[in-house]
């Protein structure tokens, strides 16, 4: 047992568990905790400035690092500005332990300026949360927290420090709860039954989400798509949790229908369907996170556990009852799987074809620029509202850090989230693509790319608009509205210069109008040591 104050003992937590950076934005009651960070230099703080960016950062860094990020709010006020991207990490079940000052505890009902039910307001967006009263809780409060924070289904967590709990003494010992996470297996029933309904479908397919990336079980997932000639769909909104480039994916979920027609089962891995399912199909859901599985639809098989154990069993216990009719069967469908797929890629040639000397700049250009400029190893990380389908259909990502998007709904989190990424994995250079309205929400972050000199680049689609309410709009109101002005959609007078606000913030940044012009200025920024905007103006209406 070692004898020492409360700010001390988190410190000496943090470096225990293997903590680089703290992302955080200060007040007053933050003063101490940063106060005692001087005396700590294994531990770097990283200053966004605003804390809808700060967790983005930590969000980033835990998605590319694969370590719990720890971040620092405060209080109330901060808290409160953070929500957005605590919902996309909830939403995402990303691992991170969130804390924030809190005012002295001894004084809380006297109701301070700025405190608040801290443990409440987050209550929503993190699996567990404490306020902490005690020094000599410290360690138990911690360990749970990284616990809770990495079982499946993991997800962010909070912890409140008070002003007095910092500077309390206590007697503190501190050992990580566990040395691995709890993965569990799954029912072997209940498997046995989903393989038998595989071994028997004459047109199945997949959808994935992004539970397998989570359970880092991408490679197991292709194992089994392989032996059992499935095509695979990502999920709507998710990011790559399937080889791009694999002959067997066929883009999103919406395609399902017009490629594959109806099938008779929808085997859907770390995620929901996303999709209606057909009448009569069989349905099987494989997810840590048994909250999920039948939540909103009945359920034929749900499968509970680790999804990586889950997928592995599956595919075992489907290797033993195969036959050669059922091969047979399965590379008839691969056939078929490869006509679809070679249809999808001569769409996209011609598209990019037709499109590429188009001005204002078609966003199937920017892609093939992209992709011809990006390094072999690069992460893309997606914040473009309107555009996602087309940046994720547009370049093979192969490997699952070679592409990620915002989970949950909150825009604005692209660039903040590619810093933290940067520095969660400097070997890979990321690449931010963000549209005009959500780079507004999160411009702040440009600062922090600019004074820790973190090499990303900001590919900003800008077209004065939310365009994804202009293309959605006669989803909800019909096709009487599709050349209906709405109020709110468009932000062209006065048009936001991206290049003059990067600038003011240190980053540099060139804008582009000429599709001829697009392939230099991203080669430029994305070749560079350093953090470079590109702005371009492409088509809103195309
Ligand atoms: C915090 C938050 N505010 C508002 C929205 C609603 N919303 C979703 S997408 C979007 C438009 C994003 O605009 P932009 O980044 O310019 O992309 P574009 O639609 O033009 O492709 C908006 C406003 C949201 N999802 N989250
Ligand atoms: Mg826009």
New binding site residues.
Partial sequence: MTEMVGKTAIMEIFKKEGVEYIFGLPGTTEVRFLDELTSHPELTYILAMHEDMVIAMAEGYTRASGKVSVSNLHTTPGLAAAM?TMLNAKHGGVPMIITAGQQDAQRLLVEPPLSGDLVGMAAPYVKWGHEIKYAHDIPIAFRRAYKVATTPPTGPVFLALPQDLLEQTADINYESALTKPIESRPDAEVVARAAEWLLASENPVMTLSYGVDRGDAMAEVVKLAELIGIPAFHGWMTDVNFPTGHVQQLGDSRGIKPLIGSPDVVLSIGGGAGIPVPPGAKTIHIDDDDWQIGKNEPVDAGICGSVKLSVADLTDAITQKMTDDVRKRIADRVEMIKGKKAGLVAALAKKMADENDNVPIAFSKLCKEIDACRPAKSTIFD?????SRDLGDSMDYNDPKSYGRTRG????AGIANAIGMALGNTDRKVIAV??????M?GNQALWTAAHYNIPVTIVV?S?A?????NRTKTIFLGPKVKDKKMPGFEFDEPRIDFTKMAEAMGVAAQTVLQPAKLKDALKKAIDSNAPELVEIHVDPTA
């Fill in positions: 957005p914040d473009c509202w309107s555009y709904g909150a825009i604005g963000v549209g005009d309205g959500s780079a929400w689609a077209n608009s939310y365009r994804i309410l």
